[in-house]
């Protein structure tokens, strides 16, 4: 095991976010450092660069008749503020209480670790693996991967594959195995209005011109109705219903209770669409969420302005059969319509993803639930994700591979927080099960 957090320690040194153009040459640095640890393990590696952060590819040798598996993963990690909140320095690893502490150790790093090393043991106890292996990492998943599915087109061949697994999802409690069969995907946009030509004197003005920030106030407010259903034209048309399987099978998962969400988030009460439990809001419903809101005077004291501008971030959590590009249409259309008097509205398109289904008991599925099994010691439990990977349903249609999502995060692992932090128990189960899983999956 210190050789495992040796090396899991030295990979989250890297400051690695792929947001910040400042950090590129770290993003390269931590790329090559982790082709290095491939080719040292005797696989053969490949790092591509791209317009953006490079891809990093291994494999060994592949034989006609092996079972191919790719495993995914991302070395790009989110960025670290509020810095001030963090107990520790985020790249500089801590292990305490039984945890890894620092940013990455969990998203995804932590978990991507412990498929490279169950790899690594594999080749060292065997010599080889009792499968043909692709390792496709990237750096730029927490940008939402631009550069990933050109580089899937382009290289359609080499990443053929039967079956991809991916560690970048939940467990819902710890102990619990848990297998994802779906994502919600996503769409973001920003939208600005416009008032006045500059900040006015709210008492010269103020009454005769329409204030922006009461503008967007009355946008955000008008995306749900007063029970949390979206009020979009036609935003439900495509979701694919909830079955009564589902339904069912949910209600037994631990972990996801109302009681369990508002325990987990500190919030007085949970609070969604009507008709639904929070696991079924949270797996199978889509959201319209503000990330940001701003506008006018937020100093000390009061100051009688009225302001020029206001924005709001927008993200919509999105679930099958939902179409980013549709629901981007009718969010500018319900924008658009509800633009309040006085003021100009200017809607901005973000970046999106597709969500993801597959069918958890598949002949793939079955094998993964299996090897979850034996990694555990327990029954493992089948959720979809409320979180976005978009490449994965990407892969679906370029590839024509479903993903086993075989998570390690526990709800307090704090990803995209301060005091980001990785159970080791769970890096120790990782490595385990990614040994047991080629083995099933091989034997499909
Ligand atoms: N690993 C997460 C996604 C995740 C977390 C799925 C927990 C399920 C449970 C991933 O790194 C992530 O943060 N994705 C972004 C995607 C976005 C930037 C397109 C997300 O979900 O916000
Ligand atoms: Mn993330």
């Known amino acids: 095991m210190d050789s495992h957090l040796e090396d899991l320690f030295s990979f989250l040194r890297f400051p690695s976010i792929s947001t910040a153009s400042e950090h590129a040459s770290d993003v390269r640095a931590c790329a090559e450092w982790l082709q290095q640890k491939l080719t040292n393990m005797g696989l053969n590696t490949e790092l591509h660069p791209t317009s953006g952060h490079p891809v990093v590819v291994a494999r060994n040798a592949h034989r006609a008749d092996r079972k191919t598996v790719l495993i995914y993963g991302h070395y790009d990690v989110q960025p670290v503020?509020?810095?001030?909140?963090?107990?520790?320095?985020?790249?500089?690893?801590?292990?305490?209480?039984e945890r890894i502490w620092a940013r990455g150790a969990t998203d995804n790093k932590g978990q991507m670790m412990a498929?490279?090393?169950?790899?690594?043991?594999?080749?060292?106890e065997q010599?080889?693996?009792?499968?043909?292996?692709?390792?496709?990492?990237?750096?730029?998943?927490?940008?939402?991967?631009?550069?990933?599915?050109?580089?899937?087109?382009?290289?359609?061949?080499?990443?053929?594959?039967?079956?991809?697994?991916?560690?970048?999802?939940?467990?819902?409690?710890?102990?619990?195995?848990?297998?994802?069969?779906?994502?919600?995907?996503?769409?973001?946009?920003?939208?600005?209005v416009r008032g006045p030509k500059g900040d006015l004197h709210s008492g010269v003005y103020g009454g005769a011109v329409a204030n922006p920030a009461t503008a967007v106030?009355?946008?955000?407010?008008?995306?749900?109705?007063?029970?949390?259903?979206?009020?979009?034209?036609?935003?439900?048309?495509?979701?694919?219903?909830?079955?009564?399987?589902?339904?069912?099978?949910?209600?037994?998962?631990?972990?996801?209770?109302?009681?369990?969400?508002?325990?987990?988030?500190?919030?007085?009460?949970?609070?969604?669409?009507?008709?639904?439990?929070?696991?079924?809001?949270?797996?199978?419903?889509?959201?319209?969420?503000?990330?940001?809101?701003?506008?006018?005077?937020?100093?000390?004291?009061?100051?009688?302005?009225?302001?020029?501008e206001a924005m709001a971030k927008f993200s919509f959590r999105l679930v099958p059969n939902q179409d980013?590009?549709?629901?981007?249409?009718?969010?500018?259309?319900?924008?658009?319509?509800?633009?309040?008097?006085?003021?100009?509205?200017?809607v901005e398109a973000g970046h999106d993803g597709k969500p993801y289904y597959a069918d958890p008991n598949s002949p793939f599925g079955q094998a993964a639930q299996g090897a979850l099994q034996q990694a555990f010691g327990?029954?493992?439990?089948l959720i979809r994700e409320g979180g976005s990977i978009p490449i994965i349903k990407d892969m679906q249609d370029v590839l024509g591979s479903d993903t086993l999502l075989l998570g390690l995060a526990l709800p307090d692992c704090q990803i995209h927080a301060p005091n980001e932090n990785f159970w080791v128990e769970n890096f120790e189960s990782g490595i385990q099960m990614n040994q047991i899983l080629l083995q099933e999956l091989a034997k499909v």
């Open 115 to 124: 498929h490279v090393l169950g790899v690594e043991k594999t080749l060292k």
């Open 127 to 192: 010599g080889e693996l009792p499968v043909n292996l692709i390792f496709l990492f990237e750096g730029e998943e927490e940008i939402g991967s631009p550069n990933l599915v050109p580089f899937l087109e382009q290289h359609r061949e080499e990443l053929a594959c039967d079956i991809i697994a991916v560690s970048d999802t939940g467990m819902v409690a710890r102990g619990v195995p848990t297998m994802g069969y779906g994502l919600r995907g996503i769409t973001c946009c920003e939208v600005t």
């Open 81 to 97: 503020d509020p810095i001030e909140l963090w107990d520790t320095d985020p790249f500089e690893p801590v292990l305490k209480d």
């Open 217 to 308: 106030a009355r946008l955000v407010a008008s995306l749900h109705d007063a029970d949390g259903r979206i009020a979009i034209d036609g935003f439900y048309d495509d979701v694919k219903p909830l079955e009564q399987w589902e339904r069912d099978m949910w209600a037994q998962v631990p972990g996801v209770s109302d009681a369990d969400i508002a325990d987990q988030t500190g919030v007085c009460e949970v609070f969604g669409e009507p008709g639904y439990s929070s696991a079924e809001r949270l797996w199978a419903r889509p959201t319209a969420e503000v990330n940001g809101i701003g506008s006018g005077y937020q100093g000390e004291g009061s100051k009688t302005v009225l302001p020029a």
């Open 378 to 381: 327990a029954t493992p439990v």
């Open 324 to 346: 980013p590009q549709d629901i981007a249409k009718k969010v500018e259309a319900h924008l658009n319509k509800h633009a309040p008097q006085g003021v100009c509205v200017e």
